[in-house]
């Protein structure tokens, strides 16, 4: 699988509708409900009085992230002709305090805005302005617990990620509580879904429709590291091949990591299991992915690295057969296989050679190849989300598409970092027999700022 690598002007703003915070939405207790509207309005006032009381307390921190990003792509889904092949230019601020009393208290709030201008215009793309972040931590002896509006990454980021390729960073509203003993670290949590309103401010709302539960546990080691977790995904009107339906998905896993010597690997197993509703028709889910990373680096110049990636995941092998076997990677990045995020990981064969490279302590690049198949000839092709961007529509060919990335990072500060990145993609057998085919030639430029 790919790495994960680190949108203009002013956007008019609809009228917004009536602010409800996520603590009152989850029924909270109404001192955090409080407790989000203060954090909101302090941050409204502006990074000026942050500073001021910065420089009274060594409590507070602010901060601001800003991120310019150009690209552009000259086909959309493998359609030359799609009005979503164009070019993109987004931008995305937040700022926000860190606040840690001399107890056990902490806390966070973050504004963000995200604005575009060419693309679409929907929740990944933009939220004009809303809270970003918003709760408050208890941390006891090895422990803590945050309550409120908040982010949620869990290990090499395949099922969970932040989703920072995307315009708008993912964020969840609920309780998480966090330990550590020895060398093992968990976190127990459970989580809905904000479901961001791109027009409009301070409208993002707690989506009951997706819920997300479960046990993460990790013990590092330089030589071997271990996960092992278990996660529950709820989701409302999930559309699959199967059609659409309710889910309840069950997913367990181990993920195993490390280094040895010049070695490095990072190798997952994943099991799924669950009931699709389709009012008259329940579906047992049994999906499963296998997802392994191994490299080699050199005591060479410019440190080179090169890795082989071999992937494999689910998919339904016959409709109607009461049975859902198509594997669902539930909260992923976005930038999955490659820098274009075409594809997405279900009912896939995929093997990712690659090469890293760092000329300087500054500079960083890296290039690879993405060879695409469908394991199951009656399932479709799915994209970064989970969407079908294509269905089988009879073909039995496995091929889908290859794909050739290479990017570059610039550390131009300690604050500042200008980033590269271009893909062309080719489509393959399957998509030549099913739609539209045409190859895709994408290109980005990123500058971000962090103070």
Same mark, same amino acid.
């Given at each position: 699988?790919?790495?994960?690598?680190?949108?203009?002007?002013p956007s008019?703003?609809?009228?917004p509708?009536?602010?409800t915070?996520?603590?009152?939405?989850?029924?909270?207790p109404?001192?955090l409900?409080?407790?989000?509207?203060?954090?909101?309005?302090?941050l409204?006032?502006?990074?000026?009085?942050?500073?001021?009381?910065a420089?009274?307390?060594?409590?507070?921190r602010?901060?601001l992230?800003?991120?310019?990003?150009?690209?552009?792509?000259?086909?959309?889904?493998?359609?030359?002709?799609s009005?979503?092949?164009?070019?993109l230019?987004a931008?995305?601020?937040?700022?926000?305090?860190?606040?840690?009393?001399?107890?056990?208290?902490s806390?966070?709030?973050?504004?963000?805005?995200?604005?575009?201008?060419?693309?679409q215009?929907?929740p990944?793309?933009?939220?004009?302005?809303?809270?970003?972040?918003?709760?408050l931590?208890?941390?006891?002896?090895?422990?803590?617990?945050?309550?409120g509006?908040?982010?949620?990454?869990?290990?090499?980021?395949?099922?969970?990620?932040?989703?920072?390729?995307?315009?708008?960073?993912?964020?969840?509203?609920g309780?998480?509580?966090?330990?550590?003993s020895?060398?093992?670290r968990?976190d127990?949590f459970?989580?809905?879904?904000v479901?961001?309103?791109?027009?409009?401010?301070?409208?993002?709302?707690?989506?009951s429709?997706?819920?997300?539960?479960?046990?993460?546990?990790t013990?590092?080691?330089e030589?071997?590291g271990?996960?092992?977790?278990?996660?529950y995904?709820?989701?409302?009107?999930?559309?699959?091949?199967?059609?659409?339906?309710?889910?309840?998905?069950?997913?367990v896993g181990?993920?195993?990591f490390?280094e040895?010597g010049?070695?490095?690997w990072?190798?997952?197993?994943i099991?799924?299991?669950?009931?699709?509703?389709?009012?008259?028709q329940?579906?047992?889910i049994r999906?499963w $992915?296998l &997802?392994?990373?191994?490299?080699?680096r +050199? *005591? %060479?110049p410019?440190?080179? /690295?090169?890795m082989m990636?071999?992937?494999?995941?689910s998919?339904?092998?016959?409709?109607?057969?009461?049975?859902?076997?198509?594997?669902?990677?539930?909260?992923?990045?976005?930038?999955?296989?490659?820098?274009?995020a075409?594809?997405?990981?279900?009912n896939?064969?995929?093997?990712?050679?690659?090469?890293?490279?760092?000329?300087?302590?500054?500079?960083?690049l890296?290039?690879?190849?993405?060879?695409?198949w469908?394991?199951?000839?009656a399932?479709?092709?799915?994209?970064?989300?989970?969407?079908?961007?294509?269905?089988?529509?009879? $073909?039995? &060919?496995?091929?889908?598409?290859?794909? +050739? *990335? %290479?990017?570059?990072?610039? /550390?131009?500060?300690?604050?500042?970092?200008?980033?590269l990145?271009i893909?062309?993609?080719?489509?393959?057998?399957?998509?030549?027999?099913t739609?539209?085919?045409?190859?895709?030639?994408?290109i980005?430029?990123?500058?971000?700022?962090?103070?």
């Amino acid at each position: 699988m790919s790495r994960a690598l680190l949108f203009s002007g002013p956007s008019p703003l609809a009228a917004p509708r009536p602010f409800t915070s996520c603590a009152a939405r989850l029924r909270c207790p109404r001192w955090l409900a409080g407790l989000e509207v203060l954090l909101g309005a302090t941050l409204l006032a502006g990074s000026a009085s942050f500073c001021a009381l910065a420089q009274d307390s060594e409590s507070w921190r602010p901060f601001l992230e800003l991120r310019e990003r150009f690209s552009y792509l000259d086909a959309f889904d493998f359609d030359s002709r799609s009005p979503d092949a164009n070019g993109l230019w987004a931008q995305r601020l937040h700022v926000g305090t860190d606040y840690q009393s001399k107890g056990p208290l902490s806390a966070r709030g973050v504004l963000v805005s995200a604005v575009n201008r060419g693309g679409q215009v929907n929740p990944v793309e933009r939220n004009n302005l809303d809270i970003q972040e918003a709760w408050l931590r208890y941390s006891g002896d090895g422990w803590s617990a945050t309550l409120g509006r908040q982010q949620l990454r869990l290990g090499s980021q395949r099922l969970v990620a932040l989703r920072l390729g995307t315009n708008v960073v993912r964020t969840w509203d609920g309780l998480k509580f966090s330990g550590e003993s020895g060398n093992w670290r968990w976190d127990l949590f459970g989580l809905q879904l904000v479901q961001v309103e791109p027009n409009g401010s301070f409208n993002d709302e707690s989506d009951s429709g997706r819920t997300l539960a479960g046990l993460y546990a990790t013990r590092g080691s330089e030589a071997l590291g271990v996960d092992f977790y278990y996660l529950y995904a709820r989701f409302d009107q999930r559309r699959t091949i199967e059609g659409l339906a309710d889910q309840d998905r069950h997913t367990v896993g181990t993920r195993l990591f490390g280094e040895r010597g010049s070695w490095f690997w990072n190798w997952e197993t994943i099991y799924q299991f669950g009931e699709q509703d389709q009012g008259a028709q329940q579906q047992d889910i049994r999906a499963w $992915s296998l &997802a392994t990373n191994t490299g080699y680096r +050199f *005591s %060479a110049p410019w440190s080179p /690295a090169v890795m082989m990636s071999i992937n494999v995941a689910s998919g339904d092998e016959r409709r109607g057969d009461g049975r859902l076997e198509t594997f669902d990677a539930l909260y992923p990045r976005g930038n999955y296989f490659s820098e274009l995020a075409q594809l997405g990981p279900s009912n896939f064969v995929n093997v990712n050679p690659y090469l890293t490279l760092e000329p300087s302590e500054r500079l960083s690049l890296s290039f690879d190849l993405n060879l695409y198949w469908r394991r199951e000839a009656a399932d479709g092709v799915y994209g970064p989300p989970g969407n079908i961007i294509r269905e089988p529509s009879g $073909s039995n &060919a496995r091929f889908v598409n290859t794909a +050739f *990335s %290479a990017s570059a990072q610039l /550390a131009l500060s300690k604050n500042h970092q200008l980033g590269l990145a271009i893909t062309h993609s080719r489509p393959e057998r399957f998509i030549e027999e099913t739609g539209p085919s045409a190859n895709t030639n994408f290109i980005e430029f990123t500058f971000e700022a962090r103070y």
